[in-house]
């Protein structure tokens, strides 16, 4: 596809510019199905966009004052950020625990969590009613340490500082800054063992976020674990995510990947199942646990019981057993199913917890309006969209440039 | 060697006694004895429900005129426009009315949710909030249990709206405008720990007038406003089962976890990476 661009950053300025500037150029057809969807609803969210900073949040979303947070912040940060943490969750494996098969997808999944985090900050950037005072916690003239959300805050800016250094060797390989790759390479160890506690307790801190909304949230999603019950599932969710991501790019991005990870590809899919059942299998027992404490069983013939139950066993339970049993039967598909089913569960509990659980008892329901839902898309669309710009150019799933071999 | 081993931890013992010491002997004089919460008296018996608290609330914050009474529902919430209303229930001792503003909570759910302090519990009792601070994430309104806060979504240069018990008029004045100007004294304004002792005397004095719960007393961990009722206070709307401790106290188990989460969780990562370190030199290929 591109004859995988190597430049040295020893050159003079003006070739760099030049470099940089046909990197900017778009690659390969314009055409495709994704362009032809994605390009108007982001067209569509920008003047949107427009709209909600000119005439308020309300011009554009139905937020109201029993419930003040949408889609916005429960879909694309609640949820997004847990799919992000398969970032944490294979720096663990890779890093941590020295599992050097899944090596080869290291890369992207960093470069995934990274892009899910900028965005989602975006995102809550557009939900903020006053935006122009974000840097107030960040600046130091009023820390408001008592809170969680300050916790969260701190730790998003602190973990994407965290991602970026553990990706930054990637892009020093596409510049050929070989002796930036050798410093960068080497802060690598750190930023992860950095990364991963951050990620643990935003993971966590983000559920932490609802306990004080006590009795505003339906007694079956709330409880006072919901911090462990978000960090548990975030492990499962963020490695869903990869494995679904990595069905994609495996089609999308098929003649960068060298025949050697291809062929481990399975085996990581396999890998990855097990472990997705494994850290299911806890998060289910946990939600029993609490269930079975907080003796609700009344609670389960009404309607938000029933779809309690059916998060709980059609989309943790079942998901778990098939990966568990399509992990013994190397069906490599079923786990690419199982992963999706997942994934759909994860998105259920977070909008429980933070939307559709929050004020179920509420006379007006909160319905996104199609406009939220527009840009809500829209974020993760230029997200893929940025995505598929750096996978084009840089290292992520093709081999390092042999000269990158020499300091890892 | 200039310190020695046995005198360095000597001196580290000596600095860290005077730190300790220093800090206690600080503490302790004066100060906060003087300085207490005021609060707000709310007596259901007394109010007649003539909303002009209201009008009086609205006037003091510029806010626009409330509605005539004939206009508006018997049960509203307060909004981003007005920050107290006046509620009718009808309930087994006929017409009872119900004063709703923010409560003023003694640790307050929206000042410990807030990540700027833009929401702040002041030393004489007002939880105020201020423009300059605040970003506008409403998680504030996600936290407060009586959803004092509000949020104007059709502003591009939002504010959130709630009862300040007149903290700027309190400068000048004696007491806040909706206690200053009721025809009725049903509302009396003074140190919270007054209120709470006249609350007792008046249901003491008219035990069958009163029900024997001041409500805010101990809900939500203790409000600013108190209410006495002729009625029980579920019949009024609120919300009698909350529970008796403050919510801030929902999230301090996990703040307090944080700490500990930094320094061990990096620590046990870098020995397990040190102990796995080698694992893939030494093993043979059985893996595929």
Not at chain 1, 43 to 49: D, K, R
Not at chain 1, 94 to 118: C, D, E, P, W
């Amino acid at each position: 596809m591109n004859n995988n661009p190597q430049m040295a950053l020893d050159h003079d300025s003006a070739s760099i510019w030049k470099f940089l500037l046909g990197e900017m150029r778009p690659k390969g057809k314009f055409f495709t199905p994704f362009n032809i969807i994605s390009v108007p609803i982001i067209l569509l969210a920008a003047v949107i966009i427009i709209i909600r900073f000119w005439k308020g949040i309300g011009a554009v979303s139905n937020v109201n004052q029993d419930i003040p947070w949408g889609l916005w912040k429960g879909f694309n940060v609640v949820t997004g950020v847990a799919f992000a943490g398969g970032a944490y969750v294979l720096t663990f494996m890779v890093y941590i625990l020295n599992m050097r098969k899944y090596q080869s997808i290291i890369r992207v999944t960093v470069l995934n969590g990274f892009l899910a985090y900028a965005f989602y900050a975006g995102a809550l950037v557009l939900d903020l009613g006053r935006p122009w005072h974000i840097f107030n916690p960040i600046i130091g003239n009023s820390f408001g340490a008592s809170s969680v959300l300050f916790l969260v805050a701190w730790h998003f800016l602190l973990y994407m500082v965290a991602q970026l250094i553990e990706f930054s060797p990637t892009i020093a390989e596409w510049l050929g800054a070989r002796r930036a790759h050798k410093i960068l390479s080497g802060m690598t160890m750190a930023a992860v063992i950095f990364g991963i506690t951050l990620s643990m307790l935003h993971q966590s801190g983000l559920g932490a976020l609802f306990l004080m909304a006590k009795e505003k949230i339906h007694p079956l999603w709330y409880s006072e674990f919901i911090p462990i019950m978000f960090l548990v599932s975030s492990i499962f969710a963020g490695i869903s995510m990869v494995i679904l991501e990595g069905s994609i790019s495996d089609k999308v991005f098929f003649d960068q990947i060298s025949d050697k990870n291809k062929k481990a590809q399975n085996g990581i899919v396999r890998g990855l199942s097990k472990i997705c059942a494994g850290t299911m299998f806890a998060y289910f027992f946990l939600q029993l646990l609490v269930f079975v404490h907080k003796q609700q069983w009344d609670l389960l013939s009404t309607g938000m019981g029933q779809w309690f139950l059916l998060e709980m066993l059609g989309f943790v339970l079942l998901p778990m057993i098939l990966f568990f049993i399509s992990y013994r039967n190397n069906n490599i598909t079923m786990i690419k199913v199982a992963a999706v089913i997942t994934m759909i569960g994860v998105i259920m509990n977070r909008l429980n917890v933070s939307i559709i659980g929050y004020r179920w008892d509420a006379a007006v329901r909160y319905v996104p309006s199609w406009m939220e839902v527009v840009v809500a898309l829209a974020v993760i669309f230029t997200q893929i969209w940025i995505f598929r710009w750096v996978i084009n150019r840089m290292p992520v799933l093709r081999d390092s440039p042999s000269w990158a071999n020499e300091h890892q | 060697m200039g310190i020695q081993r046995r005198s360095f931890l000597k001196l580290l013992g000596v600095t860290g006694m005077t730190l300790a010491i220093g800090e206690v002997g600080a503490a302790t004089p004066k100060t906060d004895t003087d300085v207490e919460f005021n609060g707000i008296l709310y007596d259901g018996a007394r109010c007649k429900g003539c909303r002009g608290c209201e009008f009086d609330c609205a006037e003091a914050h510029g806010l626009p005129e409330p509605l005539p009474s004939k206009d508006v529902p018997a049960i509203r919430k307060t909004n981003e426009t007005c920050n107290t209303v006046i509620n009718t229930y009808n309930t087994d001792k006929g017409k009872v009315f119900i004063k709703r503003q923010c409560m003023h909570c003694n640790e307050p759910a929206c000042a410990a949710a807030c990540l700027t302090k833009a929401m702040f519990k002041n030393k004489t009792g007002p939880v105020t909030w201020n423009a300059n601070k605040c970003m506008g994430c409403r998680y504030c309104m996600i936290s407060c249990p009586f959803d004092s806060p509000k949020f104007e979504y059709h502003s591009a240069n939002p504010k959130i709206q709630k009862c300040d018990m007149c903290f700027e008029r309190l400068k000048t004045e004696e007491s806040p405008a909706c206690v200053f100007n009721c025809p009725n004294e049903a509302l009396l304004y003074g140190k919270r720990r007054d209120m709470i002792k006249e609350a007792r005397r008046r249901i003491y004095e008219k035990p069958d007038l009163y029900v024997d719960h001041i409500f805010g007393e101990h809900e939500a961990g203790g409000t600013g406003w108190l209410y006495l009722s002729p009625v029980p206070f579920d019949q009024l709307g609120l919300n009698t089962s909350m529970q008796q401790s403050s919510y801030p106290e929902l999230t301090k188990g996990f703040l307090y976890t944080v700490p500990s989460v930094f320094v061990l969780v990096p620590t046990l990562l870098l020995g397990i990476h040190q102990a796995t370190k080698n694992n893939h030199l030494n093993k043979p290929k059985e893996d595929e």
